[in-house]
């Protein structure tokens, strides 16, 4: 898949250059393949930083359900400046993660909309899964 910087498309989606930038450098900091996270952005979301799914608790560029994106910034938000946010995340008596003040929670999952977070957190879970996806 070629990116073109002067059409700056993907699969017939515009892709902004924050989002194109955002994905090069988690690219570059995880040595997940680039246009791996190019395609999962354009098949996610179209590469639309702020989508919401329907269906699901899914948000963000990379569609990241809210248990997965607190799994993330759980295991990696230290890394990414998160390291506040991500001490409070924890397994709830329910079994699932949480955090005990809702409101801080809110802030967590409202995260999925950055662009930037979005496409390093990406980049982590591809590597986290790594052989899984094809990338080394």
């Not at 948000?59 to 506040?84: E, P, V």
């Not at 924890?90 to 999952?109: C, F, M, Y």
Request: hydrophobic share 40%; glycine share 10%.
């Amino acid at each position: 898949m070629a990116v073109d910087p002067q059409q700056a498309t993907v699969g017939g989606h515009a892709l902004p250059p924050d989002v194109l930038q955002s994905i090069r450098s988690a690219s570059a900091a995880t040595g997940v393949d680039f246009k791996f996270l190019v395609a999962q952005a354009s098949l996610e979301s179209g590469f639309q930083a702020d989508v919401t799914a329907k269906r699901s608790s899914a948000s963000g560029l990379f569609q990241f359900t809210s248990q997965t994106w607190l799994n993330m910034i759980r295991d990696h938000g230290q890394k990414y400046g998160q390291g506040s946010l991500a001490s409070q995340i924890a397994t709830q008596a329910n079994g699932k993660l949480g955090v005990a003040d809702k409101a801080t929670e809110r802030q967590i999952l409202d995260l999925r909309k950055n662009a930037t977070l979005s496409a390093q957190m990406a980049a982590e879970l591809g590597d986290d899964l790594g052989g899984q996806l094809g990338c080394d």
